[in-house]
């Protein structure tokens, strides 16, 4: 009995205990809005991960490569999907723990013991579980094929977090040319009203003629506060893209190539065949299905039932007895057949999801190749009127500097030159929102880096 009593205490100092680790909303939120584009951390894990595109730190101009990693290294919906990664892989642990014998402790007392006799009569006794079927081993494989799905998923997050910096610095970018362009259309237009005023009040243009440019200039004024209100909103949505404060993006200079075209392997019928089946939602999908394999296996070896193994000793009035039983659960009543039937609709369900997910693909990578095709066409178009307005323009400013036409000429062909580089930043928006589409739809998995599968924020650089 002492030894008994010293393995119980033994196991339960062994044990795990509860290390609390309370939130504060206030705390977090203040390191959340302390992120920084030149923290000490960052640096290390961009130069982990692209050590040939630093020169400087921080980049005097960041573009969309070095944004991606800023976000990788602070995206909170990145940490979410490694937490749940690490909860896929401490299931793994749990499917291979075995399960623990039981102990019985009887304790008995003979009232009617003969004279001399030991009316004590304990008994002890162990039951230990033995599972059979190869239940064990398929309870491993089906946590080790959801902890691969887990591990696809950071790397599908991980997409998600950079199409959506890509898409945000995008539009950014856009609405700075666009403020760029309309100020520019606004200060001519400007010049022309005032031109026009002075020719009115000497008796050379009638308050008619006033008319349209009056409309025309307030339709740039108001185009020109939407592009402000626009620049400043993609500017926030840029930064919660990044999982930092719009303070931290202040004084930053960032750019976006809108001259950038995809490498010819894009578009390739190999790289979509490769999209196919190497893309992380599909590997996810596929190992999602293994799973579903695994536990239907599974639910099929539970109708061989578990052997119970029932070692005994009783001191029983002053003898000592052993015995060992074997017990099974009889399948007369239920032999498994409706977890049976669930893990082979889930196996099911889950395949025709697969089959969905790559039907998606498919579609999305056509829709995105057609799109992009068409918006190389018309950017073309669009560049070669910009270029003539362009042309034009500097024609009517030589004739301008000989005398030959009016400053109003000038103004006019600068207004329309601005209303062609106007539609010219619009095709070329289009094209690199299906160019984004079409990034997306392929996936190329090497542009993420292996490091996102692990936190780069620690506690320690947390806590600063």
């Given amino acids: 009995m002492r030894s008994l009593l010293v393995a119980l205490a033994l196991m339960l100092v062994g044990c795990v205990r509860f290390q609390p680790q309370p939130i504060s909303s206030t705390e977090t939120a203040a390191r959340l809005d302390a992120r920084r584009l030149d923290d000490a951390g960052l640096k290390k894990f961009v130069e982990a991960n692209a050590p040939n595109s630093l020169q400087a730190w921080p980049p005097v101009e960041w573009d969309l490569n070095s944004l991606a990693l800023v ?18 892989q401490a299931g793994v642990k749990t499917a291979g723990e075995r399960p623990n014998p039981t102990l019985g402790l009887t304790p008995g007392y003979n009232f009617s013991a003969a004279s001399g006799v030991s009316p004590w009569m304990p008994a002890i006794n ?21 902890g691969e799905s887990a591990r696809w998923n950071v790397i599908a997050v991980a997409w998600q977090v950079r199409s959506a910096v890509r898409a945000n610095l995008l539009e950014y970018t856009v609405s700075e040319r666009r403020v760029s362009l309309l100020e520019a259309q606004v200060k001519a237009q400007e010049q022309t009203m005032q031109l026009l005023r002075q020719r009115q009040a000497v008796g050379a243009a009638a308050a008619s003629e006033l008319t349209p440019a009056q409309i025309a200039l307030s339709k740039s004024q108001l185009d020109l506060g939407d592009a402000q209100s626009q620049r400043a909103e993609s500017r926030a949505k840029l930064a919660e893209s990044l999982g930092i404060s719009v303070a931290a993006l202040e004084g930053v200079k960032v750019a976006f190539e809108l001259s950038s075209r995809p490498d010819a392997e894009l578009t390739s019928a190999q790289a ?35 052997v119970h193994v029932n070692p005994g000793y009783q001191f029983d009035q002053g003898e000592h007895k052993w015995s060992v039983g074997i017990s099974l659960d009889l399948p007369l009543l239920n032999q498994n057949r409706g977890p049976i039937a669930e893990a082979e609709a889930k196996r099911a369900e889950r395949g025709a999801r697969f089959i969905e ?39 009517v400013e030589q004739q301008f500097k000989a005398g030959v036409v009016e400053q109003l000429d000038v103004l006019a062909a600068k207004i329309e030159s601005g209303t062609a580089s106007l539609a010219e930043l619009d095709a070329q928006t289009k094209l690199q929102q299906a160019l984004g589409a079409l990034d997306d739809a392929v996936q190329r998995p090497l542009e993420v880096p292996l490091s996102v599968l692990k936190s780069p924020l620690t506690k320690k650089e947390e806590s600063k």
């Fill in 272 to 306: 979509r065949d490769m999209a196919l089946r190497e893309r992380a939602d599909i590997c996810g999908a596929l190992a999602e299905y293994a799973a579903a394999e695994d536990e239907l296996r599974l639910q099929i070896a539970k109708q061989y039932p578990d």
């Fill in 71 to 88: 976000a990788f290294y602070f995206h909170p919906s990145l940490e979410v999907a490694r937490a749940q990664w690490r909860v896929a």
């Fill in 357 to 395: 997910l790559q039907a998606h693909v498919i579609g999305e990578i056509d829709r995105a190749v057609a799109v992009y095709d068409a918006g190389q066409r018309n950017l073309s178009m669009l560049g070669t009127l910009a270029e003539a307005q362009r042309a034009q323009r500097e024609s």
């Fill in 126 to 146: 162990l039951d230990v579980p033995l599972e059979t079927a190869g239940k064990r081993g398929k309870r491993l494989d089906e946590a080790r094929h959801l």
